[in-house]
């Protein structure tokens, strides 16, 4: 398998792909019977361009961010004032967030592979340039992608402090905004390091991936590239920000 040239299809560009990956990228419906209580999780997409119609949730999500990756996961990351930050948080980026009243509950970051800041681009692509120590060169199986509809996914975090009836449904929503996100911007596939056990993972949410890269251990977390076909996961419903 691997990512080809790409060429425009009926309005949008694809990756090119073998017909039976194709195939197994192509989604299952999300079951609807969800409980009652994941009516009250809120999606928000926060940017540079519009986080000050949101007081302080982004200032809460990068604070998460702190809570999970620093203070659980003792990643070696930069953060101030008990915010975590990096080179990617760009006004390239955009990071969706759910939350429930006014608490962030988790939360992923999107970057277009098409980013160039300084000397970064997007974490796997530099991960490959060697600029990231903590990430392994052969992270992929091949060069990574730089196409417009391809966006990377990273930072994707739960708060552990969710009971677990309650995960799935924020998993679900957090999936589903990505999905959604990605897709309005262009993308047709998401790109990113996973739980390694992501397969029974996207099950669970009624979506495919595949793998890009090898299993690796890294920071501690047993993880694996994966793509994800996302076109036809959104829910048509709008997002709350554009």
């Known amino acids: 398998m691997g990512i080809q040239n790409a060429k425009s299809h009926q309005r949008a560009e694809t990756i090119q792909l073998e017909p039976s990956v194709q195939a197994a990228l192509q989604t299952r419906p999300v079951e609807s019977d969800v409980p009652s209580y994941a009516t009250r999780l809120e999606e928000t997409v926060v940017h ?8 302080q949730l982004y ?11 620093i203070d659980q996961k ?20 955009r990071s969706v967030v759910i939350h429930e009243y006014g608490r962030v509950l988790a939360g992923v970051r999107l970057l277009p592979t098409t980013a160039q800041c300084g000397c970064y681009t997007y974490m796997l692509k530099d991960a490959q340039r060697g600029m990231l120590p903590d990430i ?14 391809v966006w990377e996914a990273t930072r994707l975090f739960l708060s552990k402090n969710e009971p ?3 995960r799935l449904a924020i998993q679900t929503k957090l999936i589903r905004g990505m999905a959604r996100a990605a897709t309005e911007q262009g993308a047709t596939h998401v790109i990113g390091i996973v739980p390694a056990v992501f397969q029974r993972w996207m ?7 595949l793998p890009m890269g090898p299993k690796l251990n890294i920071s501690g977390d047993n993880t694996q590239a994966a793509i994800m076909h996302v076109a036809n996961y959104a829910d048509p419903t709008p997002s709350e920000a554009r």
Do not use: C
Not at 60 to 69: C, E
Not at 203 to 208: A, E, H, I, V
């Open 48 to 55: 540079i361009g519009n986080q000050y119609r949101y007081g």
């Open 59 to 69: 200032s809460d999500f990068l604070k998460a961010r702190k809570s999970v990756f």
């Open 74 to 93: 003792e990643w070696d990351l930069p953060h101030t004032e008990g915010m975590e930050f990096d080179q990617y948080d760009t006004p390239q980026s």
């Open 136 to 149: 392994p060169e052969y992270v992929l199986y091949e060069d990574a992608p730089v196409m417009p509809h």
């Open 164 to 166: 677990a009836h309650r």
């Open 203 to 209: 099950n669970r949410l009624g979506m495919s991936a």
